[in-house]
């Protein structure tokens, strides 16, 4: 199959879509980018890559970071990591607080903020301080993704600034005990890791080892056994779009993963890793165009988990 040019191809057939969607604004740091900007990149466990557009322009990575952090905790934990964030769709959007207070303050899935923020809990209760985990998650991405990766201090101020309902997520999760550290050292681990940013090129790489059974095909560093692999790619593929999951689903028939700064990464499980960007949002907060670009790739070769 000639990837190059399905690749061109999609970046040709998304064209007439620019005039829809809307850049997120409630993080106002995040208006700042270019809504034209389109980026599409495809590695396969070979180490064989396609890109198309504008593949090593840097973005915001966001919710996308929660992929990297959940399959941290989830190797450091294990199963007792359930116990306090579920694998449940929510149906709700991203920054819902309404199913917390009824459901005691466990989040439904890791990938809503919720899940998220006790993520990050976890990995500043390992690690002892924000700092510490900061500088872990980092490592962590920088390995996987051979890149030597910095955070936008602009977007994490902004968001420290504005991130009322992160705040309230957290407090309300706090009053049910299903966060162990001070408040302010969760939030800034949460937050710094949404203010990195990466590539399509660097994030395809990067969410290689989801494809391979957890292990890096490229270096053969084991960072998930088969059974953890398994179960992050099947909350991607449940949970990873909120409450569009079901729809990215239908659409496009693969594990993915979106962020509000415009980037989706999908995964075909024993073949590739896939990073799409374009930072124009629909109603749920995921790429417009990111998901009809994928829609367009699993339709032309095929390629879906069903
Ligand atoms: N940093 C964003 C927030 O907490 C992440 C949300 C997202 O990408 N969906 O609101």
Redesign the pocket.
Known sequence: MDYQKILEEIADEIKPLFSQGKVADY?PALRDVEPSDFAMSVEFIDGSVYNVGCSKKKFSI??ISKVFTYSMSLCIYEKSLYKRVWHEPSGDP??SLVQLEYENGIPRNPFI?AGAIVTADTLVSKYKNSKKAFQEIKRFIDEISSADITINEEVYHS?LKY?FR?MALVNLMKSFKNIENDIDEVMKTY?KQ?SFEMSTNELAKAMLYLANHGTHPLTNKKYLNQSQAKRVNSLLLTCGHYDASGDFAFRVGLPGK????GGIVAIVPKMMALCVYSPKLNKQ?NSLIGTKALELFTTKTGLSIF
């Open positions: 993080i966001q919710s991203f920054n903020n968001e991130g992160n937050f949404c979106s962020g509000v700064g907060g």
